[in-house]
């Protein structure tokens, strides 16, 4: 088995209050699992992390159950069994980002279904981002949050209008062709993950991370995937988290870095010793 060094950090709500983390981090005799929920906006639903503890149950327990079944099938059926116990309905349930690394004798191999993504790190120097963009790359009208925080007008309840609306649009590109795909209600979004095998003699080190981490490489521009290693390997992850943190309150307005809350969730691993 290799190390497995974890790191987590709850962050606030859109309004800038203090609540638990929605990320889930599951470590298993052959796996690492991180999940990222949604954080919900509409009256009425269970919250996001509790999406992801109960999908990041049922993963671990089939991954434990079937160590060497299809990635994507496991997610599909941890779906649907989490949709079929609770009654929910695509376009009207949480949903939670995927990250599943899973080791066996000679091959790791990766799946991500939204944005969760997998680094991984060969002992050539050379390096793999597993990565979902979809979300991202959707298409962005006038106006919306980010134009809004551009101008300094910071978090608060305007924000929370704003970005409500904006999920509301975002929603309706959930699990559509042309979209993007995340775990919810229906199974058939497992098998729209991106998904890679590495053989395991060419890993050095691999990193598991939600987007309150990687925003730091894609959106902040503070480190490439290299260079946060290197600081992870050097001092540890809390203290990726932590640099995050310290440039996030640095732009308190979020006119620097437009983001939906002032401090996502963040949840890190890194994997050594292979």
Known sequence: MP????AEQAGVDVRGASRPTEDRVVVLDNAVLVLDGATTLRAGLPSGG?????LSARLG???????HADLAETLAKSIADLRDTHGL???AAPSSTVAMLRWQEQQLDALVLADSPIIAFHRDASWAALTDDRLGNLPRGPGGYRSRLRTGAGFG??????VTE???RTGSW???EGGFWVAEADPAAAHQARRASWPRATIDAVLLATDGVSCAVDDYGLYTWPQLLELARAEGPQSVLDAIRAAERADHTG???PRPKLHDDQALALLTNW
Do not use: C
């Open 61 to 67: 327990a089939m991954l434990t159950a079937e160590p």
């Open 255 to 257: 006119a620097r870095w």
């Open 89 to 91: 309905r695509p376009g």
């Open 50 to 54: 509790w999406y992801a503890e109960e």
């Open 166 to 168: 904006g999920s509301r």
């Open 3 to 6: 190390r497995i060094e974890l």
């Open 174 to 176: 959930r699990n559509v």
């Open 157 to 162: 309840e305007e924000h929370l209008a704003a």
